[in-house]
């Protein structure tokens, strides 16, 4: 095991959290528990809220009830940076960066917001060196080709010592070579950092290589928790993807 | 295995930061040049109408655009003189300091309420708080003299010896300018990545942890504290203050010279500014077309060089000058301090 | 009481001006996001070209108001299509490019007109009475047509496709444009509908408050004060604020005097914004 900071990660734990807009609810009564060092994998078809989920745990959005806490600290309803400073810190969709600045300010402005010093960024030389971001150190963010752009968004958001971290479709847009770097940030996140991960994805290779546990999302429900392996092979998780195919189609499927 | 790139340790000034200072010390030897009042008035306009500029600049470094510098003008402005007036203060230093504190104490509160707002409401807004700046100076005759205004400002002193004719007003405009913009300098050096981040991308700059609120509620003081310094020259030149001095209109002018002179660098808001109040010398010869050509410079200049003159003056010297294609991707943004140009 | 209501008629009335100017603007910023820094010189515009019209040319009134609306409608257009769209992504540059564009219509008239304020009455004198109640001729006709053109404002916006299609554009642009409405008929149709309106009432009111190049400016305050009483995306807000600016100043200047109705009136923006942001019937948030 590598030296761990006294840092470490602290427990996330999300007690039936319920989203609505005016009469329309993304999610409810949802509940899970993200340990140190654990990886939990959410899936579930578009538009399930699992991008809205993020944004409340986060503090962007307010619950309507329930409740998440890390640690021993309460985080919905708290403010974004306030969240962010106790590690409780998200990656984006799209490519998140300042763009315009170079690839070492981007990462500099990780440091300064989150209070961290150089230290925590030479540490994450072997992944910068590894995702190819050392060799375009003092090239300007916009430039980079888009799975570069992502990478560095994602190591921005390591930069800042997170003790829980929550990844929304980190492979999304990147080729196939270059999932495998997700694989090695998780990696790197779990043990090198010790915080746990909850990662948001629809590549189910990704899932399946990774995850231990997923939670399945449907229409704003959690309708599924368990190993991948078996998690996707239940007719209701099916069912959710492909909006319910008649008991035909998954016959012809299968022989 | 590889070692991370040592870092460039950046000064703390960056060449636009160094050149404009310079150039504002070097307008102090202006009164030792010449005795020209026409100069000696110019000078003197060109410098207040940089150090307004330089409260739009503040706000535009974080994509907001402010219309309330007036406002905080006539708060400068109308401090200084009823100090000079009612309690006969004039040591300069006294009201310089007086001149910025009460400018940006009173942008606390009225920051709280507004900076919450999204990008076009807050410019709204803006306009409104010097609308009703202007109306409440019209009105509230017994404290700032109504339309009347204040009358009869003291002479200026400085350790003591007064400061009377107009070489010695250009002097305090000058040291005035250099205060309002070496604080802005040092708030837009020292803290470039965050404002950077905010004018970039808040929502990312938030979710690493930078409490964007402290940061726009800190300019939005310093930008109103620089007005005031601002409003405490021009009562000073005019040796009143009156409320036509602090229209909402004239907003217009000053978010013009920090635009068209250049938003990403605090060089551009002098250059504007400079360029721009000679042009309405110049224009001023056939006075009432003005305020149209002053419109069409304006439109042209945003359709055409939307990174105002300093931009353009860039964009000249990165195809003709020694640069090769690398500095394009290099640290001009940091360097300039400009997000985009 | 009859004060009360005499002067709650003054009211209406300004707020039914009011309410023309609030919908053009409104349409502008709630359609194509752009706050419409010109919207005064339209507005000025509109009551120089009716006064040329009809005082110097010798037109019927009724004809000079409709070429002036005709003419600010244009201009709006031409305006739009080849200024305006270029950098309509950009919130500052419309910004700048709109302030600019009043400026040169300020100084225009300016210089075409001159400074003095001409002589433009309106053709209808008098005043109807009904005892201590009154309300000038002048007045009611321009209230009269007011409503009329709110009315056909709303139909426009509510019970046409044209209407429907501005009304998708305002809620989500990308969404609207990726549906096929066409942004390059519509923005056009959009602003010049909003400058023809601002003309008209330039047209109908400088006859009866005041003709002069610099009237457009508090056009500009009071456009912005009900857009953000009223609420962004919302033409309804912005006509219920306009009234109620109306009455305000009418009461404010009745009972008050002097111009503390206008300020009664901002700080009243002021405070509403900050505890209710969403405008009276607005439903966006404002907030960051």
Redesign the interface.
């Known amino acids: 095991m590598s030296a761990l900071s006294s840092n470490g990660g602290e427990t996330l734990r999300i007690e039936q959290i319920a989203k609505s807009f005016g009469g329309l609810t993304v999610f409810q009564d949802i509940s899970f528990e993200i340990k140190p060092g654990a990886l939990l994998g959410v899936i579930g078809p578009n538009g399930a809220g699992k991008t809205t989920m993020i944004n409340t745990i986060s503090g962007r959005l307010h619950l309507s009830s329930g409740r998440a806490m890390l640690g021993n600290t309460r985080v919905d309803g708290q403010s974004v940076f306030d969240n962010a400073k106790r590690g409780l810190v998200r990656s984006f969709q799209q490519t998140a960066n300042f763009s315009g600045y170079t690839v070492e300010d981007n990462l500099t402005s990780a440091l300064r917001f989150s209070g961290q010093d150089r230290s925590s960024l030479s540490r994450l030389t072997p992944l910068l060196d590894r995702f190819g971001l050392i060799e375009h150190w003092n090239r300007n963010a916009e430039i980079l080709p888009y799975g570069l752009q992502k990478m560095l968004g994602l190591t921005m958001a390591l930069a800042t010592k997170p003790r829980m971290l929550l990844l929304d479709e980190p492979a999304a847009g990147l080729e196939k070579s270059e999932r495998t770097n997700v694989d090695i940030y998780v990696q790197y996140a779990r043990d090198e950092i010790g915080c746990g991960v909850m990662l948001v994805e629809h590549d189910m290779d990704l899932i399946k290589r990774l995850c231990r546990e997923v939670i399945v999302l449907d229409g704003g429900r959690l309708i599924a928790q368990g190993e991948p392996a078996d998690v996707l092979n239940r007719k209701d998780v099916i069912d959710a993807y492909l909006g319910g195919a008649d008991d035909e189609d998954e016959h012809a499927q299968h022989s | 295995?590889?070692?991370?790139?040592a870092?460039e340790r950046a000064p703390f000034f960056g060449t636009y930061e160094k050149v404009t200072l310079g150039l504002l010390l070097l307008a102090f030897a202006v009164p030792f040049l010449t005795r020209n009042p026409q100069i000696l008035s110019q000078s003197n306009l060109i410098l207040i109408a940089a150090t307004a500029a330089l409260g739009v600049y503040i706000m535009l470094r974080m994509?907001l655009?402010s219309f309330a510098v007036p406002a905080f003008m006539a708060v400068g402005g109308y401090t200084v003189a009823m100090l000079g007036i009612r309690s006969g203060v004039t040591d300069v230093f006294a009201l310089a300091a007086a001149a910025f504190l009460v400018s940006a104490l009173c942008a606390v509160p009225l920051g709280w309420?507004?900076?919450?707002?999204?990008?076009?409401?807050?410019?709204?807004?803006t306009?409104?708080?010097t609308?009703?700046c202007q109306?409440?100076l019209?009105?509230a005759g017994p404290l700032t003299g109504g339309s009347n205004g204040l009358v009869g400002m003291p002479s200026v002193t400085v350790f003591g010896y007064e400061m009377y004719d107009n070489s010695h007003v250009l002097m305090i405009t000058a040291g005035l300018a250099f205060v309002g913009f070496l604080i802005a300098a040092v708030l837009t050096r020292a803290l470039r990545?965050?404002f950077?981040?905010i004018e970039?991308?808040?929502?990312?700059?938030?979710?690493?942890?930078?409490?964007?609120w402290k940061y726009k509620a800190l300019a939005f003081s310093v930008a109103a504290g620089v007005s005031g310094l601002a409003g405490f020259a021009l009562v000073n030149m005019l040796l009143t203050a009156h409320p036509t001095s602090f229209s909402?209109?004239s907003s217009?002018n000053y978010?013009?010279y920090a635009?068209v002179g250049g938003k990403g660098s605090i060089l551009g808001t002098l250059i504007g500014a400079a360029i721009l109040v000679s042009a309405t010398e110049f224009f001023a010869l056939r006075g009432?077309?003005?305020?149209?050509?002053?419109?069409?410079?304006?439109?042209v200049?945003?359709?055409v060089a939307?990174g105002g003159i300093m931009g353009l003056a860039e964009n000249f010297f990165r195809r003709f000058g020694k640069r090769d294609s690398k500095a394009?991707?290099?640290?001009v943004?940091?360097q300039s301090g400009?997000?985009?140009s | 009481m009859e004060g009360l209501i005499a002067t709650g008629l003054i009211g209406i009335s300004l707020g039914s001006q009011y309410a023309l100017l609030a919908l053009g603007f409104t349409l502008i910023f709630g359609i194509l996001g752009v706050v419409n820094f010109a919207h005064g010189g339209f507005y000025v515009m509109g009551g120089y070209v009716a006064y040329f019209c009809a005082a110097i040319i010798g037109l019927p009134y009724p004809l000079a108001v409709l070429v002036a609306v005709a003419s600010t409608a244009a201009l709006g257009w031409l305006f739009e299509v080849f200024i305006l769209e270029r950098v309509i992504n950009d919130h500052q540059a419309t910004l700048m490019v709109t302030m600019g564009f009043y400026l040169v219509i300020a100084t225009a008239i300016l210089v075409i007109f001159g400074a003095e304020s001409p002589q433009f009455d309106f053709p209808l004198q008098g005043v109807w009475r009904a005892g201590a109640i009154y309300i000038p001729y002048a007045n009611m006709v321009v209230l009269g047509v007011c409503l009329a053109a709110i009315v056909g404002v709303y139909w426009l916006v509510y019970r046409t496709n044209v209407g429907r299609s501005m009304r998708a554009m305002a809620e989500d642009r990308p969404v609207a444009s990726a549906l096929g409405m066409r942004t390059k008929m519509l923005f056009p149709f959009a602003f010049s509908l909003a400058t023809g309106l601002a003309g008209l009432t330039g047209a109908l009111v400088t006859p009866i408050l005041a003709l002069a190049p610099h009237v457009g400016d508090p056009v500009l305050a009071f456009s912005f004060l009900t857009v953000i009483l009223g609420g962004l995306g919302s033409v309804s807000g912005a006509t219920l604020a306009a009234f109620l600016v109306g009455l305000i100043e009418a009461y404010a200047a009745v009972y008050f005097g002097g111009s503390k109705g206008a300020l009664i009136l901002f700080v009243l923006v002021l405070v509403i914004l900050v505890l209710r942001p969403q405008g009276l019937l607005g439903k966006e948030a404002r907030r960051a």
């Open positions: 295995m590889k070692e991370l790139p870092s994509d655009m309420m507004i900076l919450r707002l999204k990008g076009v409401y807050f410019v709204l807004v306009f409104v708080l609308e009703i109306l409440l019209f009105e990545y965050e950077a981040a970039k991308n808040d929502v990312l700059a938030e979710s690493l942890g930078l409490a964007c909402p209109l217009v978010i013009t635009i009432e077309l003005s305020p149209g050509l002053y419109g069409l410079l304006i439109i200049m945003t359709l939307p394009l991707e290099t640290k943004a940091v400009s997000g985009h």
